[in-house]
């Protein structure tokens, strides 16, 4: 049976669903290697902290293991993220997560920033169609067939707007505005009468990344330490460092980075748009919920969306049942991410 998946590859994070359970881990790829390791930790740990995948001769840690156990570890911030197929490593990790059987049949719906669209195709080409992996599981592996039958590649806000309108959170018609802040770019969507506008949509090169370039030289400014990106999400979700046994506050470090990039973010906002000609204002991605005690108190009638790290990749799901007139599997209460 063919499998419908949602998936939003991010620059920071990957967030995958089937409807039944989801998935999020960083897009961050590293070296693989077959050295064993051995954990002090009471029980298994879970399949989303321990992904390591081969495909075709090289091996590869990817998201928390690759940060944990690779030597060369990257997250690729380039505008096609092509680099050593990042995209694709991402993209069939996340797959495999759902993996059931010697050979897996999937149809996705995956989106990209709103001035990307034109590299549609060259990622349909890159992902669709069939792929043999190697799965891990400690010191065992095994090979499997991933086939992507059809692939949907959208505008990455249309997610959250798919995802609240399932849940009512907001009208069918009328005019919505979507800003979602992700890690590398911000995307601005229109959407009138339930119908995108791609001429009043538009991205820009400003996200996450960019409050963490400002945190990541105050950090070597105040303690002479330097992080890389990925090794910063930690501490700037727990806004702590630890230095020499000591764990420090830096929430005013941060709370001074986030606040410049939520200036900047609504200067394009009030920009791009006259705010007060739309009905509702969709604050959405992980910078959204970051940004979201900046920018609500300045936009009278926005609120953040329903799980906003998650909400394009739960609508993309969305869409991809009406595509393929699938049901859905029906969950009790909120979709839990792992």
Same mark, same amino acid.
């Given at each position: 049976m063919t499998q419908l998946i949602g998936i939003d590859v991010g620059y920071g994070f990957v967030k995958v669903t089937d409807g039944q359970v989801g998935y999020s881990f960083p897009s961050v790829v590293g070296e693989g290697h077959t050295k064993? #390791?051995? /954990?002090?930790?009471?029980?298994? /740990?879970?399949?989303?902290?321990q992904l390591r995948i081969g495909i075709g001769d090289r091996l590869f840690f990817v998201g928390k293991s690759a940060i944990k156990h690779s030597r060369f570890a990257y997250r690729d911030l380039s505008y #096609? =993220?092509?680099?050593?197929?990042? &995209?694709?490593?991402?993209?069939?990790?996340a797959l495999s997560l759902f993996i059931k059987d010697a050979v897996n049949a999937f149809n996705v719906v995956t989106g990209l920033p709103v001035e990307r669209m034109h590299l549609a195709e060259d990622l349909i080409k890159r992902v669709k169609g069939e =792929?043999?992996? #190697? *799965?891990?599981?400690?010191? /065992?592996? =095994?090979?499997?067939?991933? @086939?992507?039958?059809?692939?949907?590649v959208v505008p990455q806000p249309l997610g959250t707007y798919w995802s609240s309108?399932?849940?009512?959170?907001i009208p069918a018609d009328g005019r919505i505005g979507v800003v979602d802040i992700g890690f590398k770019t911000t995307d601005f969507a229109t959407i009138e009468d339930s119908?995108?506008?791609?001429?009043?949509? #538009?991205?820009?090169?400003? !996200? *996450?990344?960019?409050?963490?370039?400002?945190? !990541?030289? @105050?950090?070597?400014?105040?303690? !002479?330490?330097? %992080?890389? /990106?990925?090794?910063?999400?930690?501490i700037v979700i727990n806004r702590k460092i630890n230095i020499s046994g000591e764990t420090i506050d830096i929430s005013n470090i941060i709370e001074s980075a986030f606040e410049k990039l939520a200036t900047n973010i609504l200067v394009e906002i009030h920009s791009l748009w006259n705010t007060s000609e739309f009905d509702t204002l969709l604050l959405t991605g992980g910078g959204g919920q970051a940004l979201s005690s900046y920018l609500l108190p300045q936009l009278s009638h926005a609120k953040l969306a329903s799980d906003p790290i998650t909400a394009n990749c739960r609508g993309? &799901?969305?869409?991809?049942? =009406?595509?393929? @007139?699938?049901?859905?599997?029906?969950? @009790?209460?909120?979709? %839990?991410?792992?």
């Amino acid at each position: 049976m063919t499998q419908l998946i949602g998936i939003d590859v991010g620059y920071g994070f990957v967030k995958v669903t089937d409807g039944q359970v989801g998935y999020s881990f960083p897009s961050v790829v590293g070296e693989g290697h077959t050295k064993p #390791t051995f /954990s002090m930790k009471i029980g298994t /740990s879970p399949a989303i902290d321990q992904l390591r995948i081969g495909i075709g001769d090289r091996l590869f840690f990817v998201g928390k293991s690759a940060i944990k156990h690779s030597r060369f570890a990257y997250r690729d911030l380039s505008y #096609t =993220r092509s680099i050593s197929d990042d &995209l694709e490593i991402l993209f069939f990790s996340a797959l495999s997560l759902f993996i059931k059987d010697a050979v897996n049949a999937f149809n996705v719906v995956t989106g990209l920033p709103v001035e990307r669209m034109h590299l549609a195709e060259d990622l349909i080409k890159r992902v669709k169609g069939e =792929r043999t992996v #190697t *799965l891990y599981n400690g010191a /065992s592996s =095994r090979n499997t067939t991933i @086939n992507v039958n059809e692939i949907e590649v959208v505008p990455q806000p249309l997610g959250t707007y798919w995802s609240s309108l399932s849940t009512s959170a907001i009208p069918a018609d009328g005019r919505i505005g979507v800003v979602d802040i992700g890690f590398k770019t911000t995307d601005f969507a229109t959407i009138e009468d339930s119908e995108y506008v791609p001429e009043k949509s #538009t991205s820009i090169p400003v !996200g *996450l990344a960019t409050a963490y370039d400002d945190i !990541g030289s @105050n950090l070597i400014t105040e303690f !002479g330490i330097e %992080k890389e /990106s990925h090794a910063l999400d930690g501490i700037v979700i727990n806004r702590k460092i630890n230095i020499s046994g000591e764990t420090i506050d830096i929430s005013n470090i941060i709370e001074s980075a986030f606040e410049k990039l939520a200036t900047n973010i609504l200067v394009e906002i009030h920009s791009l748009w006259n705010t007060s000609e739309f009905d509702t204002l969709l604050l959405t991605g992980g910078g959204g919920q970051a940004l979201s005690s900046y920018l609500l108190p300045q936009l009278s009638h926005a609120k953040l969306a329903s799980d906003p790290i998650t909400a394009n990749c739960r609508g993309y &799901l969305t869409w991809a049942n =009406r595509l393929w @007139n699938q049901v859905l599997p029906q969950t @009790n209460g909120t979709l %839990k991410f792992d």
